[in-house]
């Protein structure tokens, strides 16, 4: 029976237009984020400084998480822990109810879509109103991200203009890309003005300073973080840097890796809430601080390089797989190679280890993050994790396991650490290579079945004259 995931993925195949609308949009990140980085050295440079930076700050991690505990409680700034995401989620509403809020305007954040945010608040009777251009528009169409920085990458212009059309029927139909963006601009400009909460994510937290960075490109985060009277900001863990030096580098090779641009539009930095004599800001910031299995993925050496993502998107980019299939496939918050990676160690193997095998190890992901997580060894790693059974930090580790695939490698095992007995079977396959089937089930569906040699490979050395043994 074919899983949900190779149901999206055979739908996903099948739609020549959005993957060739996919195509061109990722051949454009590609060919920007080259041309931001002419100075190969350069980039190196940068890769190893922005990976020391952020394995220094997970290197201390508990340290840090203190310390920024301790400076943002200073600056005035509420800091809250939340082990999973209901947590994080209970947290928010309290909040919430303590403004008597109906509704809140949201910039962009990554984590309350992890969350379920928007859908759990509007199980208690509150709006949550997206704010960020691309976040608008799915959430016009009752849709989720395709993409961590794009969420509407999967939507053509036309689509965009028929949506709004539909949705705001006052307005003129338009296909003009401005003038559909002004209107989103119009609606939400009086909604920032009223809203009683803003919620953000958080790109950096700067641990020496007690700081808040938020990179954006629309300046929805701003408006969000500065004009409601409450500030709720989430995000993971591992956001966390060690100091305000920290910051330059990351933003250096941030924007260049994500859409190719030499720097955002805007960089947001919250150290408190308005002080007295300041024009603007929120008089309450809060900072939640989600867990949702990130400790568990920082208690094994070798996994915890997936949390020095700094989210650029470049690996998704850049990933032949997501390409072809778009980012609705993966059914995660996370697609592509970091979804691929992070969202079966969130979750649990048994829930997304599926993904792991839908990737061609080509290697494009390592070789493009900025902070060189070696995604295709990670890949291979959670592979192994699948189909073992020992004691493993990874949740859920063995439950890919099928007896008898076990078993045969086993026997493949043997039978190659025993000379004779592979001789043995080397032989035997060339006597009766005529009697192995062409079609192999679903293997061959999409593959030629490789035909098996009149001889053996000691037999064909032998023929040459090759001294093999
Ligand atoms: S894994 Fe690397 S390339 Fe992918 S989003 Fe994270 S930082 Fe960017």
Redesign the pocket.
């Known amino acids: 029976m074919k899983t949900e995931f190779r149901i999206q993925v055979d739908q996903a195949l099948g739609k020549q237009d959005v993957r060739a609308h996919f195509r061109k949009a990722m051949d454009t990140l590609m060919t920007n984020r080259r041309n931001q980085f002419p100075d190969n050295a350069e980039l190196q440079r940068l890769r190893d400084q922005a990976q020391v930076i952020r394995a220094n700050a997970l290197s201390k991690l508990p340290e840090l998480l203190e310390q920024l505990e301790a400076n943002l409680t200073q600056n005035g700034i509420h800091v809250h822990w939340a082990e999973t995401t209901d947590e994080a989620n209970d947290i928010v509403l309290k909040i919430m109810q303590k403004h008597n809020a109906t509704w809140m305007i949201k910039g962009k954040s990554m984590v309350s879509e992890e969350m379920g945010l928007n859908h759990f608040l509007e199980s208690k009777g509150i709006e949550a109103l997206e704010s960020d251009l691309g976040e608008f528009i799915i959430q016009l169409d009752g849709e989720t991200p395709s993409h ?1 920085i794009m969420p509407a990458i999967h939507k053509s212009k036309e689509q965009i203009a028929k949506l709004f059309n539909e949705k705001f029927p006052d307005i003129p139909y338009t296909e003009d890309v401005d003038t559909l963006t002004r209107t989103a601009r119009d609606i939400l400009r009086e909604k920032f003005y009223n809203a009683p909460v803003g919620l953000s994510g958080v790109n950096f937290a700067v641990a020496e300073t007690g700081t808040l960075c938020l990179v954006e490109n629309e300046g929805n985060g701003r408006m969000s973080t500065t004009i409601p009277p409450v500030h709720i900001a989430v995000t993971g863990i591992e956001k966390v840097v060690e100091k305000f030096s920290d910051i330059p580098p990351l933003l250096s090779i941030l924007p260049r ?2 859409t190719g641009q030499p720097i955002t539009t805007y960089f947001n930095m919250i150290s408190s809430p308005r002080k007295q004599g300041e024009k603007d800001g929120p008089e309450e910031v809060h900072l939640v601080l989600l867990d949702n299995g990130r400790s568990r993925i920082y208690s094994d050496p070798e996994l915890l390089a ?1 949390l ?9 980019n850049h990933c032949p797989v997501y390409v072809r299939i778009g980012g609705h496939s993966y059914g995660t918050v996370y697609p ?3 979804g691929t ?1 992070l969202e079966p160690q969130k979750s649990g193997l048994s829930v997304h280890g599926e993904l792991v095998q839908a990737s061609s190890l080509c290697g494009a ?1 390592g070789e ?4 060189r ?1 070696p ?1 295709p060894n990670i890949i291979n790693r959670l592979r192994y994790e699948g189909v073992h059974q020992e004691e493993s930090s990874v949740l859920d580790a063995g439950s890919k396991r099928k007896p008898m695939e076990a078993i045969t490698w086993k026997a493949w095992s043997w039978a190659a650490t025993h000379p004779s007995m592979y001789n043995l079977g080397s032989n035997l396959a060339t006597q009766v290579r005529k009697l192995v089937p062409n079609h192999l089930g679903a293997w061959t569906s999409v593959r030629t079945a490789p035909a098996i040699a009149d001889k053996t490979l000691h037999q064909q050395l032998k023929a040459l004259g090759v001294d093999h043994e």
């Open positions: 961590i890796s994500a997936t020095r993502c700094i989210r650029c998107g470049a690996c998704i592509g190679p970091i990676i992901c493009v993050c900025p902070v997580i995604i």
